[in-house]
């Protein structure tokens, strides 16, 4: 058999999987493309919270902990920090996300967009899909040891104070992009 | 064998019945109105099928002159396929203009290319050239359809419940095809009964999934959602992915931290 015989089935195949994903993923999402306090959401952000998760994170407390306490309870704090990275991090993504969405109702609503920008957004989102899951899979399974916390906290707090200047600026432009938005829900369907 | 063939003749009559049976809800519901290129493509295969019978009747199955009717009625009915799938596509995107002109020039380069992979990959043989032709064809339709719904998917349009049966119809024929051709091609006139039997069974599936999409009358237009200026895209857009590659990077750093200390 040719390698070119097996390169259709394969073509086919691919095609198939991508194709039940994408309808799947259309028909799972339910709601309208874009919501306006979701809009709204996405220029705030999770990192707003963020001292308190840099003092959960703190490796003074664990130390502490480690010698004073009895193991269980180390263990147990251990256990803890790793939630709270976990949940951080899941925080993070839906502040990604929410730009995202904020950028993908941009264009969708433009007259005219431009190629470079729409892959450019697309390669962010693969890469960062690919860090996030690398990230999550060693908290999830404790390879990350307990000093790397710290990393992620120090991580959160530039960002937190870099998220806030940005999403300042583009303050009113997130808002005519949130009331657009609702318009573009509205819109679409109706029969003339 | 003789159980194959009177299976596909009780399928052809099947399939011309359904056939028939689509065109009269099309005009019946009057959405040939609303889907004018499939409609095309509706009625150039049910004409396609009284010409195929009269041309086997009159210089019999295995004969040049039927093979060529066959294959010049099935050149007219894969282009008629493939505007009824550019419309398809529109009805998903058009009403959105500048995700539109990005994605049709994608759509078409991917076509483009899809032909061009099949015809280099095909056997250079002359005799198959109609097959191949078919095949790369039916290949890139497939192709066009699997990126119009990754785009909707992508940017979170939402596509009418009749327009997804309509595209999951043609799709899933267009698939079969291309394996069906490539089987054929590969063991050559020893699967062509089968060949028939299963691209019957496929169009008949995706007629009865179209005539299930069609049975009510479909919006004629839709109304265009109201656009944002053109410069809100140019202010907003760079920025925007500012943003989001300073929280890739912050990512990645937190990573590359990670990374060090294993």
């Not at chain 1, 010698?67 to 949940?87: F, H, I, S, T, Y």
């Not at chain 1, 120090?154 to 600026?169: H, L, P």
């Not at chain 2, 505007?83 to 078409?108: D, K, N, Q, T």
Request: aromatic share 12%; glycine share 6%; net charge positive.
């Amino acid at each position: 058999m040719s390698l070119f015989f097996y390169l259709f089935f394969g073509l086919i195949g691919l095609f198939l999987l991508l194709f039940a994903w994408s309808m799947r993923k259309t028909h799972r999402r339910g709601r309208a493309p874009a919501d306006s306090d979701a809009l709204q959401e996405s220029g705030r952000g999770h990192v707003a919270h963020l001292p308190q998760i840099r003092q959960a994170l703190g490796e003074a407390d664990l130390e502490y902990l480690s010698q004073k306490a009895p193991g269980v309870l180390a263990r147990r704090a251990r256990k803890e920090r790793r939630r709270v990275a976990l949940d951080y991090l899941l925080a993070v993504r839906e502040d990604f996300e929410g730009l995202l969405r904020l950028a993908k109702i941009i264009a969708v609503l433009s007259p005219e967009v431009a190629v470079v920008q729409e892959f450019e957004r697309v390669r962010l989102a693969a890469k960062f899909t690919w860090r996030y899951e690398l990230i999550r899979m060693q908290l999830r399974a404790g390879l990350a040891p307990l000093p790397r916390l710290d990393a992620l906290s120090d991580f959160v707090s530039s960002m937190s104070v870099r998220m806030e200047t940005a999403m300042k600026e583009l303050g009113e432009r997130a808002a005519l992009a949130a009331e657009l938005a609702s318009s573009f829900n509205g819109g679409g369907r109706d029969v003339t | 064998m003789a159980e194959i063939a009177t299976f596909e003749r009780m399928l052809w009559g099947v399939s011309v019945v359904l056939k028939w049976g689509l065109f009269v809800l099309l005009v019946f519901r009057k959405n040939y109105r609303t889907f004018p290129l499939f409609f095309t493509y509706v009625l150039v295969t049910v004409v396609q099928s009284p010409v195929l019978f009269v041309s086997y009747r009159t210089w019999g199955f295995q004969s040049v002159a039927s093979g060529n009717i066959a294959w010049g009625t099935q050149g007219l009915v894969i282009a008629a396929r493939g505007l009824a799938v550019a419309e398809i596509c529109r009805r998903i995107m058009g009403m959105y203009r500048g995700i539109w002109a990005l994605a049709s020039r994608l759509l078409l380069a991917t076509a483009g290319l899809v032909l061009v992979y099949s015809w280099a990959v095909a056997r250079p043989h002359w005799q198959a050239a109609v097959l191949n032709c078919d095949r790369g064809l039916e290949l890139a339709i497939a192709a066009v359809l699997m990126m119009v719904s990754l785009f909707a998917s992508h940017y979170e349009i939402e596509v009418e419940q009749t327009v997804r049966y309509l595209a999951l119809g043609l799709f899933l024929y267009s698939c079969l095809s291309v394996v069906n051709n490539t089987v054929l091609e590969k063991f050559s006139w020893s699967y062509a009964p089968a060949w028939n039997l299963f691209r019957t069974v496929a169009f008949v599936a995706s007629l009865l999934m179209w005539a299930w999409a069609l049975r009510e009358q479909q919006p004629e237009t839709v109304s265009e959602p109201t656009m944002l200026p053109e410069e809100t895209y140019r202010a907003l857009t760079p920025e925007l992915n500012l943003r989001l590659k300073a929280l890739n990077e912050q990512l990645g750093r937190f990573w590359h931290v990670e990374a060090k200390k294993h």
